[in-house]
């Protein structure tokens, strides 16, 4: 309860996608169960993955249609969506410090500010945002590092923010490393494109001033509440909040044959991600590479592959399974290791579980740092999709599989996760936080 020991109102605004919506469901559901009100606000896009859920749904703006926008008619712009020769210059995940220079910096944050934030967050999805937290005036607003609305309409609402990660903190890491650029320029060289236009969204709403306008809790919140086991977390200065990451896989039923196997030998998962194969319409790394890979192996393979995946195929080896989809969180409990596309879900609930991993990581936000964050731990091994071999994956599977250290070092981060806080048990941290921060409601509209 909050400081008064009424109900708060919290309102959680997820990127409007449903892997993001269920990164934040477990904790949407702490929050409800411990008597406080909760909404979900985004793009209509995902309304029935929040209702589906059982929790109450804000539709705010126009359908994002982030795969149509990623899998257009037109074949040129697919062929210019495809040439990712910019991504690979500006890619927010390269985290490497010699290579974090202020002219990256900058070029990061000057092409993926229109490029991708002003379009996955247009001006119409802010307003009705805006609108509706000034109409219900929510006491925290919990939202996904991938959309700045929310934190606009915590502002205009007075209420508190935090950002809920769904994988490593790069805005974080990038952002401190930015604005400490910034500071040694002189203030009338000192280009944010991130400032200027949020500074303009702000304005726009009547927020302008000390207290009202543009600061870095606009981008990186009040505080962070992280899923990642911290010793994963990237090196990032920012007040956070760990929290245990619960497996959240919509709904689901326990397939009849996921017991059939019962200990007579190995199991493995591979998965290339159920949304990414939606979103992104094609599949980074080969599958029929990855099926070769493991065709020999003395495991059984249960493998999450669609029919468009499958057409593409030949017969499927016998010691593969093929399922267009399985929950995860069932799943991976019957298994010695999984190969994956580095999809924070996955790489999370392989975690969650103790389940050494193989990573092939497809080339998107933070899954290439998060899979070498994982090596280095000691609980995986990867390759990037360009340089896969169904050999060389082979020789991977196989060392996962045979050397004890892996499995040793995926308990490891497993106890850590155990050990951190739930959902639940944040409750009252956040009751506190919020409290320590409650402001003035601002006038006007």
Request: hydrophobic share 45%.
């Amino acid at each position: 309860m909050s400081e008064r020991g009424a109900p708060m109102r919290v309102l959680f605004q997820p990127f409007a996608a449903a892997t993001h919506v269920a990164a934040q469901v477990p904790l949407a559901w702490a929050l409800r169960a411990a008597g406080h009100e909760v909404r979900v606000a985004t793009q209509p896009d995902v309304v029935e993955d929040i209702t589906r859920a059982g929790l109450t749904a804000v539709p705010v703006g126009e359908p994002l249609r982030v795969a149509a926008k990623m899998n257009p008619d037109d074949a040129d712009v697919v062929e210019e969506l495809r040439d990712d020769a910019w991504l690979r210059v500006l890619d927010p995940g390269e985290i490497r410090p010699e290579r974090l220079t202020p002219e990256h910096l900058h070029g990061v944050f000057a092409a993926w500010t229109p490029l991708v934030h002003r379009n996955t967050v247009p001006d119409r999805m802010i307003d009705d945002l805006v609108a509706f937290a000034r109409d219900w005036r929510p006491d925290l607003v919990v939202w996904d590092t991938m959309t700045y609305a929310g934190p606009v309409a915590a502002r205009a609402s007075g209420a508190a923010h935090a950002r809920l990660m769904f994988g490593l903190d790069l805005i974080g890491l990038l952002r401190e490393r930015y604005r400490a650029a910034l500071d040694r320029l002189p203030p009338e060289l000192r280009d944010d494109p991130l400032e200027e236009w949020l500074g303009h969204v702000l304005e726009r709403h009547g927020l302008e001033g000390p207290g009202r306008g543009f600061d870095e809790e606009l981008v990186v919140g009040q505080w962070t509440l992280d899923p990642v086991p911290t010793s994963l977390a990237l090196p990032v200065s920012l007040p956070r909040v760990p929290v245990r990451y619960v497996p959240y896989n919509g709904p689901a039923s326990v397939p009849g044959w996921l017991d059939e196997n019962a200990g007579r030998r190995r199991r493995i998962c591979l998965t290339l991600g159920v949304s990414f194969r939606e979103v992104v319409g094609e599949d980074q790394a080969s599958v029929g590479e990855l099926l070769e890979a493991v065709a020999d192996l003395d495991v059984e393979v249960v493998a999450t592959l669609n029919a468009e995946q499958l057409d593409a195929l030949g017969p499927l080896p016998p010691n593969v399974r093929a399922v267009d989809f399985v929950p995860l969180n069932e799943l991976l409990p019957s298994c010695a290791a999984i190969i994956h596309h580095g999809g924070a879900g996955t790489f999370l609930t392989a975690l969650a579980h103790g389940v050494p991993q193989v990573v092939v990581p497809a080339r998107m936000w933070c899954n290439t740092p998060r899979a070498e964050q994982a090596r280095a731990a000691g609980v995986a091994l990867t390759c990037p999709p360009e340089r896969l071999t169904a050999g060389r994956l082979r020789a991977m599977v196989t060392r996962v599989l045979e050397n004890p250290s892996f499995a040793r070092a995926a308990a490891r981060v497993r106890t850590e996760m155990l050990g951190t806080p739930t959902p639940a048990g944040i409750v009252p941290v956040l009751e506190r936080l919020v409290a320590a921060h409650r402001s003035p409601r601002p006038t006007g509209t």
